[in-house]
């Protein structure tokens, strides 16, 4: 599994808030907002659906019209290998 130091701080950071399920999702908007607008917010688009195809965030709950996300067990069991 080849991860970017953009995956790792996404991934990170969904640990951190415990957005670890469905229901506890969260969505684009705030996960910028969470990172200071450091990283694009096409580039955490982009990131999130790399990260969803490799089974490291699934989509959560939606809010409204945006789609949320939060990071498997997979993707912790990968972090703490790190």
Not at 4 to 24: G, H, P, R, V, Y
Not at 36 to 47: F, Q
Not at 59 to 76: C, F, R, S, V, W
């Amino acid at each position: 599994m080849n991860l970017s130091k953009i995956d790792i701080i996404i991934l990170k950071d969904l640990e951190n808030k415990n957005k670890t399920n469905f229901l506890k999702s969260i969505s684009l908007k705030e996960l910028i907002v969470y990172q200071n607008s450091l990283i694009k917010s096409n580039s955490i688009y982009k990131r999130l659906n790399n990260l969803k195809n490799q089974g490291l965030v699934q989509l959560g709950a939606k809010d409204g019209k945006m789609n949320t996300y939060y990071i498997t067990e997979l993707g912790i069991q990968i972090l703490n290998k790190l």
